[in-house]
């Protein structure tokens, strides 16, 4: 028997902090531009660059804010609740029950490269119920909405035939897909690298090490995916 646990959190809207983040970046760089460009003065870009592409990760959290709301679920052994709150004034906005003997299906995902989390339940009715979660990748059970998600589908899942059961629908990278999409960027980067220190020894292009670096998050992501599919009994 385990005890209902509640976790309060922040939910975002991503698609939308995601469409106002690159359009503050994109027009913002564009506009300092065209302004350095038509006053001939090469530190309005600089200036432009920090504004733009600088301060967006300094207050990241201020930026998330922007999109998110607070968020409360409980976790009890037959059912999972969710509810919405204001930012700012704290009323509620959504409350939804969701039972485990109405999902079919679920997908769970812990971001490697911040501190988000995604769930997707997909319902018997056809329906499907989302959510991207902030403040998660915690050591703490108590926090961690993806945790407490496996334990409770596998709580519920324990009992029941196999045809009965809820079912992980696995993340990209932990697909056959998804390896040889690894397999292929893995191949192009050593031979990115190794056409770099055959032509132009003495110089590392900047787009070179964002790539390497690129490798590695979906490396860590794939790492994470890997192991969620081992969680769910």
């Given amino acids: 028997m385990i005890n209902n646990q509640e976790i309060n959190t922040l939910v975002i809207n991503n698609k939308n902090f995601i469409l106002f983040i690159s359009l503050y970046m994109i027009v913002g760089t564009l506009f300092t531009s065209f302004l350095a460009i038509e006053l001939k003065n090469t530190i309005i870009i600089w200036v432009g660059i920090f504004i733009f592409l600088v301060l967006p990760f300094i207050f990241k959290n201020k930026f998330r804010n922007i999109f998110s709301k607070k968020a409360s679920l409980l976790f009890e052994e037959s059912r999972l609740t969710i509810e919405l709150f204001d930012f700012k004034t704290e009323d509620s906005l959504i409350k939804e029950n969701i039972k485990y003997s109405d999902i079919k299906s679920f997908r769970g995902i812990n971001s490697s490269k911040d501190d988000s989390a995604f769930i997707k339940l997909f319902l018997k009715n056809g329906d499907s119920v989302n959510y991207t979660f902030l403040n998660q990748g915690k050591a703490s059970n108590e926090t961690d909405v993806i945790e407490n998600l496996f334990t409770f589908i596998n709580l519920y899942n324990a009992n029941l035939k196999q045809?009965?059961?809820?079912?992980?629908?696995?993340?990209?990278?932990?697909?056959?897909?998804?390896?040889?999409?690894?397999i292929a960027l893995a191949i192009l980067l050593a031979i990115a690298i190794a056409l770099q220190f055959l032509f132009i020894p003495k110089a590392i292009p900047i787009s070179l090490f964002s790539g390497f670096i690129f490798f590695l998050i979906i490396i860590a992501q794939s790492k994470i995916d890997n192991a969620q599919i081992k969680k769910l009994k």
């Fill in 163 to 182: 045809e009965e059961k809820i079912v992980l629908i696995p993340n990209f990278f932990a697909t056959s897909r998804g390896r040889g999409f690894i």
